[in-house]
């Protein structure tokens, strides 16, 4: 989805998630570094790996709010952000994780919220590396940051209205 800062804002409030790592993963590089990705040169994506309950959420629940915090019909990029590592990708750790991503991207490629055609990709997840220390809860850390107050903050808003049921 893109900027994993914003992913674990969103993913931090909803109701029965556990835990959210940002990380990088898809890539070749081992133990890559944020500026290494941020190069492009790794293969990895910014992501966050999201741990939940599932007696309080299930995995469609946790995809359906994905599809509305993230455009993910651009290749490469989330807004201003660009390049393969802010690509749109579901990482699976099971089988039935795959079949729910996929039925869940023909469901939204149906339903009209995106308009032009969905690009996220759904791969088995090999090797999730955790970000430097500094990423995390970076959004709670730094509210006033301008990427925060930018970009983050106008995603957690759409959240809110959009998914109040679903707020610890």
Known sequence: GGCFWCLEAVFQRVKGVTEVVPGYAGGETPDPTYEEVCRGATGHAEVVQVSFDPHQIDFGEILEVFWHIHDPTTLNRQGADIGSQYRSVIFYHNRTQKEKAAES????????LWPDPIVTEIVPLKTFYPAEAYHRDYFNQHPEQAYCSMVISPKLQKFLKQFPDKLK
């Open 105 to 112: 991207i023909r469901q939204v490629g149906q339903s009209g």
